[in-house]
Structure formats: C-alpha cells, structure tokens
C-alpha cells in the first residue's frame, strides 16, 4: 500500500502564489507516475499536472506556465509550484500516485490523498 499525504493549501489573493507539497510513504518502490488533481464545487475531477518517475510531465492547458510539477524520490515527495492564482482554481487539490504495473501518466491512478483546500480570492 502506498500512503499519500498533501501539505500547503490555504487562502491567497489573485496573483499570488502557493507550494502544495506531497509525503509519499509505503510501498514506494510499486508506484511510477504522480500528479495533483482537482476537484471544485460542482465540477468533475480534473488532472492538473503529473510527472513520471523518468522525463515525462504533463500540465492541463489552464496551468500551462503557471504551475510547475517536481517530484524528489530521495525525499519521497512530491510538489506543485502554483503562481500567478486565478480565483478558477479554487478547489481541492488531491495528490495522486500510479501502479508502476501501468503505464502512461494522465489518467488511471491508483492510490489518493485525503487532499488539501486552495482558495484564491478576486
């Protein structure tokens, strides 16, 4: 089993900036791909960004140059850099780790976070 425990939510103002970080602990070895969901109000969940354990990295177009996704496996963490908030990604935010039995990054997680609330103010 895989544990995953989000860190670094809060309240900010439009423009500002937040770093959500992810402790990682358990079976470490049997996960490849992370990434950072959310979910607001109302709406479905949606991947934000996900990052593979090699190269590969993926962002939703709405974040594309404004978040930045890193993992470091020594530290089993994992990171969202948020800059430049929009009052649209009010949500909470929900680490997420994959099987390395599977392949690919964008979808198809196995094990979640309880998640941590990002709410940006107009």
């Known amino acids: 089993q895989v544990q995953l425990v989000e860190s670094g939510g809060g309240l900010v103002q439009a423009g500002g900036s937040l770093r959500l970080s992810c402790t990682v602990s358990?079976?470490?070895?049997?996960?490849?791909?992370m990434g950072w969901y959310r979910q607001a109000p109302g709406k479905e969940r949606e991947l934000v960004a996900a990052?593979?354990?090699?190269?590969?990295?993926y962002y939703a177009d709405p974040v594309k140059g404004r978040f930045t996704v890193a993992r470091d496996n020594a530290k089993n963490m994992l990171y969202l850099q948020m800059n430049s908030l929009k009052p649209e990604d009010t949500a909470m935010y929900y680490c997420?780790?994959?099987?390395?039995?599977?392949?690919?990054?964008?979808?198809?997680?196995?094990?979640w976070g309880q998640g941590t609330q990002v709410t940006v103010s107009s």
């Open positions: 997420a780790a994959k099987s390395a039995m599977k392949g690919g990054i964008v979808n198809d997680y196995d094990y």
């Open positions: 358990g079976s470490i070895f049997s996960i490849n791909a």
């Open positions: 990052i593979s354990s090699g190269v590969a990295i």
